[in-house]
């Protein structure tokens, strides 16, 4: 769970930037009133017609999973008859990736704004606690015992114990709890990881907690880590790897 996500981002969402327009039809019942019904019949006739289909699902349920469900469909059909028919397109391929960008940006910024507050209060009241340092990135950790040996590079790999846990106690990860360290690279992990790696000589354990920039900023990690997590690690660097 230290290890930094990146994000793909599917051209398939051009619409995913644009506003919603319910596409329905109207029809009159036999009493002259107005209903309405879908504007595309129900029915796959041929392998076509399912492969078609099969794509809208595909389509509809990344953006599903993404809470992105206002998409405005005659305008995905539009941008796909567009392309094949090599029409005037209303955007350009660097448009759209960037409308795309920004939208997911947004998005996730916004489902992360509460749990980012949380975090930056209990920074601001954790920095005054007795032992607490705090780096010019705005890292803060302390000291629970100092070790004697060589600090570790940028570039090197270490052996190390770690107990990860939300502000509010709960554990998302623990070499700990496993009964086993692990090996990994500095300049592999999560800054806040990398930035006290490069801080701590070997036999330190120190107290990590890392601002939600220096962690997993708005993505999801794991089932616990919510976008806009702060972090908490009890550190302990057993060895520099050779």
Excluded at 46 to 62: E, K
Excluded at 153 to 161: P, Q, R, S
Excluded at 219 to 239: C, H, K, M, R, W
């Amino acid at each position: 769970m230290i290890v930094s996500k990146k994000i793909v981002v599917s051209m398939l969402s051009l619409s995913a930037c644009l506003p919603v327009v319910a596409q329905v039809k109207k029809t009159t019942t036999a009493g002259g009133g107005a209903r309405t019904a879908s504007a595309i019949p129900a029915s796959l006739k041929t392998t076509q017609d399912s492969l078609s289909y099969a794509i809208g699902l595909s389509v509809a349920n990344f953006y599903k999973q993404q809470n992105i469900t206002n998409i405005n469909t005659s305008l995905v059909v539009k941008a796909i008859n567009d392309v094949n028919k090599k029409g005037k397109l209303l955007l350009d391929e660097q448009q759209a990736n960037q409308c795309i960008v920004n939208y997911m940006q947004k998005a996730k910024a916004e489902k992360s704004a509460g749990t980012r507050k949380a975090g930056e209060e209990f920074l601001a009241a954790n920095k005054n606690k007795p032992g607490i340092m705090t780096t010019a990135s705005g890292l803060q950790y302390q000291v629970l015992k100092e070790g004697t040996g060589p600090k570790p590079g940028l570039t090197d790999k270490v052996k190390v114990h770690y107990h990860g846990t939300l502000i509010d106690g709960r554990v998302f990860d623990s070499s700990v709890d496993r009964g086993q360290p692990i090996e990994l690279s500095v300049n592999g992990v999560i800054p806040g990881w990398t930035e006290a790696l490069q801080l701590m000589p070997v036999g330190s354990k120190w107290k990590l907690f890392i601002p939600s920039n220096l962690a997993y900023g708005d993505q999801q990690a794991g089932a616990l880590i919510a976008p806009g997590s702060t972090l908490i690690f009890d550190v302990e660097l057993l060895d520099i790897v050779k």
